[in-house]
Nanobody, 126 residues
C-alpha cells in the first residue's frame, strides 16, 4: 500500500496549487480518501475528504469555497485544487485512506486513517 503526494511548492497569497495523491498496491476505488495538513508546532488537521465513488465530498470550514477535492479512479489518484491561498494554509499536506470499504460517511480524525503518504510542502507567502 502506497500513497504519494506531489504538487506542493511556494506560492504568493491569492495564488493556486493543485496537489495530487497517487495510490498503488491496493484496490483504490473502494476507499474514501482524505487530505490533511500539519504546520510546524501544530497538530495534524483535517482538510477535505472524498467518497470512494467521488460523489461525496467534505471540507473543513477553513477551506470551504477555496479548495476542491476530486478523484480519478481510473488513474488511482485524488486531487486537491487549492485556490485563493492564504499564508495560514502553509503546511505539509498529506493524503490518507479511510480503512473502511464503501463507506458512505466520513471521518476527520487522523487516527482513523491509515496508509499515509510522505507529504508535500505548501508554502504561501504574504
Amino acid at each position: 500500500v502506497q500513497l504519494v503526494e506531489s504538487g506542493g511548492g511556494l506560492v504568493q497569497a491569492g495564488g493556486s496549487l493543485r496537489l495530487s495523491c497517487a495510490a498503488s498496491g491496493f484496490t483504490f476505488d473502494v476507499y474514501n480518501i482524505g487530505w490533511f495538513r500539519q504546520a510546524p508546532g501544530k497538530e495534524r488537521e483535517f482538510v477535505a475528504a472524498i467518497g470512494w465513488s467521488g460523489d461525496n465530498t467534505w471540507y473543513a470550514d477553513s477551506v470551504k469555497g477555496r479548495f476542491t477535492i476530486s478523484r480519478d479512479n481510473a488513474k488511482n489518484t485524488v486531487y486537491l485544487q487549492m485556490n485563493s491561498l492564504k499564508p495560514e494554509d502553509t503546511a505539509n499536506y498529506y493524503c490518507a485512506a479511510d480503512p473502511r470499504v464503501y463507506s458512505i460517511d466520513y471521518r476527520r480524525a487522523p487516527a482513523d486513517f491509515g496508509s499515509w503518504g510522505q507529504g508535500t510542502q505548501v508554502t504561501v507567502s504574504s
